[in-house]
C-alpha cells in the first residue's frame, strides 16, 4: 500500500525547544516538499529536495533544517529559532520532472 | 515569480447545483496545473492535472479547464453533494521542476 506517511499526528512542545517531524514515502519519488499552513494563509514551502543528499530553501526556510540521506525518507526539524512553530506541516513529494504532488496527512504542532 | 489567486474564498450552494471555481496565475509559462481538495485538519487530495497542452480533464462529477493565455483555470463540480463539502486548492509550478505555487483555495460548503 503505498503512500506518504508523517508521524506524529499531533505534536506539543515547549518553547526552546528543537523538534523533528518525519515524512517517509515508499512511492520511489525524487522529490520532497516540507510545506507550513496558516489559517488564512495558504501552503508555505519550507525546503525541497530533489535527489538525495541535495536540498534547497523555499520560501520560509529560517529558523527549520532538512536533511535527505534516503530517498524515502525527508525529516524536518524546527529549531528554537523559528519565532512562530505552531502550524499545520505538510510533506508532499513526486517523480522528477512529474508535477503531479502526492500529500501526507500532516503533523499539527503545538509551541507553548 | 508566479502568483495563483483564487476566488472567491468560501462559497455555499444548495445541494445538487453546479458550481464552478475559480483559479488565475500570472505567468503563463505553466508546466502544469493541478487541482486538490483539503479536508479540515486532513492532508490534500489530489483531483485532476492538467498539461500544459491540454485544455481539460474530467474525473467524475470533475471537470478542471486550462486557459494559459489568460492565465485561468477552472474546476467545475457537477450535481453538488454534502460530501463535496472541503476546501479546494489550484497549484501551478514556475516551470517544468519548480516547486508548486499554491493559491489559498476555496472553502466549499454544500448544503443538503
Known amino acids: 500500500d503505498g503512500g506518504i506517511t508523517q508521524s506524529p499526528k499531533y505534536l506539543f512542545r515547549k518553547e526552546g525547544q528543537n523538534v523533528t517531524l518525519s515524512c517517509e514515502q515508499n512511492?520511489?519519488?525524487?522529490?520532497m516538499y516540507w510545506y507550513r499552513q496558516d489559517p488564512g494563509q495558504g501552503l508555505r514551502l519550507i525546503y525541497y529536495?530533489?535527489?538525495?543528499?541535495?536540498?534547497q530553501k523555499g520560501d520560509i526556510a529560517e529558523g527549520y533544517s532538512v536533511s535527505r540521506e534516503k530517498k524515502e525518507s525527508f525529516p524536518l526539524t524546527v529549531t528554537s529559532a523559528q519565532k512562530n512553530p505552531t502550524a499545520f506541516y505538510l510533506c508532499a513529494s513526486n517523480i522528477q520532472g512529474n508535477h503531479e504532488q502526492y500529500f501526507g496527512p500532516g503533523t499539527r504542532l503545538t509551541v507553548t | 515569480k508566479q502568483e495563483v489567486t483564487q476566488i472567491p474564498a468560501a462559497l455555499s450552494v444548495p445541494e445538487g447545483e453546479n458550481l464552478v471555481l475559480n483559479c488565475s496565475f500570472t505567468?503563463?509559462?505553466?508546466?502544469?496545473l493541478q487541482w486538490f481538495r483539503q479536508d479540515p485538519g486532513k492532508g490534500l487530495t489530489s483531483l485532476l492535472l492538467i498539461q500544459s497542452s491540454q485544455r481539460e480533464q474530467t474525473s467524475g462529477r470533475l471537470n478542471a479547464s486550462l486557459d494559459k493565455s489568460s492565465g485561468r483555470s477552472t474546476l467545475y463540480i457537477a450535481a453538488s453533494q454534502p460530501g463535496d463539502s472541503a476546501t479546494y486548492l489550484c497549484?501551478?509550478?514556475?516551470?517544468?521542476?519548480?516547486?508548486?505555487?499554491f493559491g489559498k483555495g476555496t472553502r466549499l460548503s454544500v448544503i443538503a
Open positions: 497549484a501551478a509550478p514556475n516551470s517544468g521542476n519548480t516547486p508548486l505555487v
Open positions: 529536495s530533489q535527489i538525495v543528499n541535495d536540498f
Open positions: 512511492l520511489n519519488h525524487d522529490a
Open positions: 505567468d503563463s509559462a505553466i508546466y502544469n
